[in-house]
Each structure stands twice: as C-alpha cells, then as structure tokens.
C-alpha cells in the first residue's frame, strides 16, 4: 500500500508499514504538554531490517525499546515544515513479514502545531481548560511518532487521564474512534482513564484529540452532537438532519463503516469548517446559524467514504479526497433539495475557485489540480482548488459519461474497489479508464494535462436558473449610475435566500462597487444586521474593497471574534489591501495572536507579511 514516495515525510514507509497505534496520553493542563507513550506495531516489507524512521516535530523524546528491548535513537536535522526524522536502530534484525512492536515514551512540547490550548477564559463557560488537535495536513507528528504519511494505514486503541485539579472534575476526553469505557486510574484513583478504540485503518491525519468540559445531545440512532453546554441545544437543533444525510449518503456511497458519527462544536478559534476526524466530525461554531450548516455536514459526512475510507496518497493528490468530497456532497443536496439546487452550489463553488485563482495568481502551479508539493508546506498550499477545480473535473466528466447516475456508479465503485487503501491520481485515471471501457474514445479527448498540470481556471458551464435573479440584481448595481441608486429598495432581496444573498455577493466580489453604492446597499438592504456568517464575511469584504471606512472595524471584529481560516485570512487581507489601514490590520493581528490557532498565525501573520520572530512589522 506504501510503495513510492511522499515529500511531507521523512518516515521510512517503503521499507515497513505501520498496523497498529497504542497510545497511553495524559494531558497536563498546567503545563500545556502531553505525557505520553505510543507503541506501533510495525509489519516489515524487507529482509536485514534492523533500523527504522518516524516523523516528529518539537518532540521530548525520553526512550525507545523494540519487542520490550531498548533500541538505540538519535534525532535527524529539523526541518521548517516537516519536523525532525527520529531514527530508530533496533537490536535486532527482522525479515520481510515479522513484525516489530516500536514503544516511544515522549512528551509534546507547549506549541506543538496540532494542538491548541485554551485557558478556562478563552472557552464559553468560563470555568474549564480546553485541549484540541488539527492533523491534517503533517502536524499529527506533533502529537505522535509515527510514519507521518496518508499512504500508511492503521488502527489504534488510546487511553488518555487528565492532571486532576478540583475544578477540572467534569472534563471529558474524546477522540476520532469508538468509546470503549472509562475506569478510575490505578495510579491515582482520583483520575479516569478514558479508552477508546478504531478498528478501521486510518491515515495518522485523522488522529484526533478533545478535551474539555463538554456535554452532548443525541441527534439520531448512531449521532450525538458534543460542545459546552453554553451551544449544545442549538448544536441538537441545526444539526438534526444528520441521520437523513447519513441514509443519502449510504443510498450513494454504500454503507457507513465507522459506527458511530457524532459532531463536535469547538470554541471559535477552530480553523476551519469541519474536519472529518472518524467517529467525531470536528465542527466550527459559526456554522451554528440556520442554512449554514448543511453543506458542511453533507461535506464532512461524505468524506466516511472519499478521504476516510479511500485516501490520497500524498498530499500532491488532495483533490481525490476533497473533488470527490464535494461532488458526493452535492449529490447529498440533489438527493434532498433538487439538481437545479446542486447546479447552484456549483456555481457558488466556482467563485471560490475564482477567488483562489485570483489570490495565488492565475499563473501560480499551486493551482494546479495536481501540484508539486516538494519543500511546500501543504498549509500553504491549502485553496479551494482541490475542493473546485477537483469537482469541476468529476462535473465534466460526469456530462461526458451520461450524467449523474451514471457518473455516481462510477464514484461508488471507485470507492468499493480503493476502499481501506490510499491512491494517486494516476491509479484513479486507470481505473476510470477501465470503467468506462466502452468510452474509452470520448475518455481520450479530455485535455487530461490541461485539467491536472495547468494553472488557472478550467472551462465549465453550470445551470442558472437559481442563479439568473442574483446575476440579474448584480447586474443592475454594476451598471447602476449615482441617479439610480433611488430606486434600489428592499424588495428587491425580500424574496432571495440566503444563498442567494450569498451568490449575489460572490458575483460583486468579482465586480467591485464605489463606495456610494455599498453605502446605499447597506441603507436599502441592511447587510450589516445579518450574522449568517457566509453573508457577513463576503458582505464585509465587499465594503472594505470598497475603502468604507466605517466597515474596517467590523471586519476586524469578525477576523479576530472567530479563527475559521476562510473568513479569518481574507478579512486581515482586505484591510490590509486598503493602504490607509494596513498598520491597523497588522497591529490587531499581533493583539490577537497570542491567542489564536497556531496554524492560523502562521498564515496570516505570512498573508500580512509580519515576521514570526518579531511583534511588530511595517
Ligand atoms: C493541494 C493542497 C495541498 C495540500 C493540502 C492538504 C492539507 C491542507 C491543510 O492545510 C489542512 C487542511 C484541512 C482542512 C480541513 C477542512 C476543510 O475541508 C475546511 C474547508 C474550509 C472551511 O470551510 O473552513
Ligand atoms: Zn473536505
């Protein structure tokens, strides 16, 4: 499963593979470190095998034994993105098919780049400490030693207490696999061990951490939705619809294999909208506001199937797990609302396609369906191009092949065929060779290195119908004069939903107002009143693109109140871009970064083009 190469590691996969994880963690909340123990049960692919690398970054590593004998460890040369290579010299040498049990005793260090730590301040209820991990894409090795790449698969069980503090009593632990129980430690009876177990193999990626003072609701016969009691009725109510996408999904993709799907709403500095941690979708709260959530869940419940179950081999081909993603989540929609619904999404995809097109440069190889990722962080990497470009792909082809039915058939035994193994792009392109063999001509024809190796946006025409009334009203602010301004009115967004609202504000985006009429946009339709966070954050990029002055500190507000990448990143860059309030973009960005995901001050701080290593640029 593990042969070629991946840049983002250092691990030594071709030589051996990891089955298994057992991890023993204890979170210590006082000083921000995991204590803990992992042992990987290695299956070897060589014979003379007598030494072995793993990822690690900013890892206190303390010892290592093999089979329960001590092997011998150095640490290799830190490298800026990918971490430090642990090598491992075993006292022992192994032939092709034995397997090795690798015991790593280490301790993470206060700013590993998965985790984020909360103080009780920074949560809603005010009383307890918080712990969250985000692995994807190479930061689980800031947590575990492990062969830190999608292209290996395992199990594994984890235990994991907590220092025990008297107001620490109602933490909970949670992670991305089953509940197997809870006991009191046998070394201190005033703490519980939380086990838990994921009998599917799974990339290190989806290892995944909670912790905190959390309550739950259940939402369906295999969901319950977990956060601070503070969101956890609301969290019950938008995210009812899950068992009903759970049966569309299993009607498209075939059946759910994990157990139990549970959402998790994290505190607003969370990164992003979701992440698909096995078991326990990991979720933002901004998607707790009616009609936002949908797409969202829809997207994090197909990735059971597109991502979990068939994975990217490298990071290179992340637009098999996220195209796919999007384009099973839009057959979730067409299944429950309608195709032309599913036309519409599209086309709002389209624009965040654009959008990144625009902000890498429509020249730039990271927009590329399939870039080049050596010595690039995937964070930097990270757009809506695997998302957009990747669905456009499957939306040509899917036209091409006779339609959606036919092209989910297609998709379902794609996933059948890969299920439980990592692919390449390659892999994928032979066997949908192979399904379609009797298209095989029309195959042929695709401008296979125009849609995979080519820069900029790909050509593709979706269905308006959805969509002809927000064109028609942007259209109508584009060409209106300050004479016509008058006859703008309310009425004229009564009758759009929001998403509507939201592809209106898409298409100004691409077509930038004066400030006159966003002001009287504002005075017309009062955009500054919604909270839907997909219409305030276009709404906002809108004015400030617009130089309204009076916008600048609402945008600021909304980057620093919530950390979701999405918003955050380009609302710092907008103002930034407004010469006039670039300083103050950057001064609120270094207020605020200290308490900030690490992942999200990385990037903004590098959007804002703020040295790490100082406080202050400009
Ligand atoms: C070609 C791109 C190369 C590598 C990308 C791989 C990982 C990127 C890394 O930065 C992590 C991404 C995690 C994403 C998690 C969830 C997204 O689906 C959320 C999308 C944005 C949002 O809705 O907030
Ligand atoms: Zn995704």
Redesign the pocket.
């Known amino acids: 499963m593990a042969s070629g190469s991946d840049p983002g590691s250092f691990s030594s996969f071709s030589k051996c593979v990891t089955k298994h994880l057992n991890l023993s963690y204890h979170v210590d909340f006082e000083r921000r470190v995991l204590k803990a123990k992992v042992a990987l049960t290695v299956e070897v692919l060589e014979d003379h095998f007598s030494s072995l690398t793993l990822d690690t970054r900013d890892l206190k590593i303390s010892a290592v034994t093999a089979n329960g004998q001590e092997a011998t460890f150095a640490m290799g040369t830190k490298h800026s993105f990918k971490g430090t290579p642990l090598e491992i010299t075993l006292p022992f040498s192994l032939s092709r098919g034995q397997h090795v049990i690798v015991e790593v005793s280490y301790e993470t260090a206060p700013t590993a780049s998965a985790l984020q730590w909360l103080t009780a301040e920074q949560t809603a209820g005010k009383t307890h400490p918080y712990l969250f991990s985000?692995c994807?894409?190479n930061h689980c090795r800031s947590m575990v030693p492990c062969q830190d790449t999608p292209s290996v698969k395992h199990t594994y069980y984890a235990q994991v207490t907590h220092t025990h503090t008297h107001t620490h009593t109602h933490i909970l632990h949670f992670l991305s696999a089953v509940r197997d129980g809870q006991e009191p430690d046998p070394q201190d009876s005033s703490r519980i061990i939380y086990r838990f177990r994921q009998p599917v193999p799974m990339p290190s990626y989806l290892i995944a951490i909670v912790v905190g003072a959390l309550e739950s609701r259940e939402i369906g016969p295999r969901s319950r939705v977990w956060s601070e009691r503070e969101y956890v009725d609301k969290a019950a109510f938008e995210f009812s619809e899950t068992e009903t996408m759970l049966k569309t999904a299993e009607e498209l993709a075939g059946p759910y294999v994990w157990g139990q799907y549970d959402i998790l709403v994290l505190p607003p500095s969370f990164?992003?909208?979701?992440?698909?941690n096995p078991c326990l979708t990991f979720a933002?709260p901004t998607l707790l506001v009616r009609t936002q959530q949908v797409s969202?869940i829809a997207?994090?419940i197909s990735h059971s199937w597109t991502g979990n179950l068939v994975t990217n081999k490298t990071?290179?081909h992340?637009?098999l797990n996220?195209g796919h993603t999007v384009y099973l989540e839009r057959m979730i929609g067409r299944s429950m609302e309608s195709e032309q619904y599913r036309q519409f999404k599209a086309m709002g995809g389209w624009k965040d396609l654009q959008d990144s097109v625009n902000t890498f440069g429509a020249k730039n190889p990271?927009t590329n369906l399939v870039?080049n990722?050596h010595e690039v962080d995937?964070?930097d990497?990270?757009?809506s191009?695997?998302?957009e470009k990747g669905f456009a792909l499957l939306y040509h082809l899917e036209e091409l092949m006779g339609g959606p039915e036919v092209f989910m058939g297609f998709v379902k035994s794609y996933i059948q065929l890969f299920a439980y193994n990592s692919v390449t792009t390659e892999e994928w392109k032979n066997y949908l060779f192979t399904y379609f063999k009797d298209k095989v001509d029309i195959l042929n024809k695709v401008d296979w290195n125009a849609w995979m190796h080519t820069p900029g946006m790909p050509p593709v025409k979706y269905d308006t119908t959805l969509a002809d009334a927000c064109i028609a009203l942007c259209k109508k602010w584009v060409m209106a004069t300050e004479q016509d301004l008058g006859g703008f009115t309310e009425s004229d967004v009564k009758t759009l939903s929001s998403h509507q609202l939201i592809e209106f504000l898409s298409l100004l985006l691409q077509e930038p107002l004066p400030l006159s009429h966003v002001m009287k946009m504002q005075e017309a339709y009062n955009l500054n009143s919604i909270m839907n966070s997909e219409i305030r954050f276009r709404w906002l990029r809108l004015c400030v693109r617009s130089k309204w002055e009076d916008a600048v500190a609402l945008a600021l507000k909304m980057a620093t109140e919530q950390g979701?990448?999405?918003?955050t990143r380009p609302l710092f860059r907008e103002v930034y871009n407004f010469e006039k309030y670039r300083e103050e973009a950057v001064r609120t960005f270094q207020t605020h970064r200290a308490a900030m995901h690490p992942?999200t001050s990385g990037l903004t701080g590098k959007d804002l083009k703020v040295d790490p290593s100082q406080s202050t640029s400009l």
């Open positions: 985000q994807q894409a990164p992003y909208g979701g992440m698909e933002t969202v997207h994090e990071w290179e992340f637009w996220e990271l870039p990722l995937p964070d990497a990270f757009s191009v695997p998302y979701r990448m999405k918003f992942v």
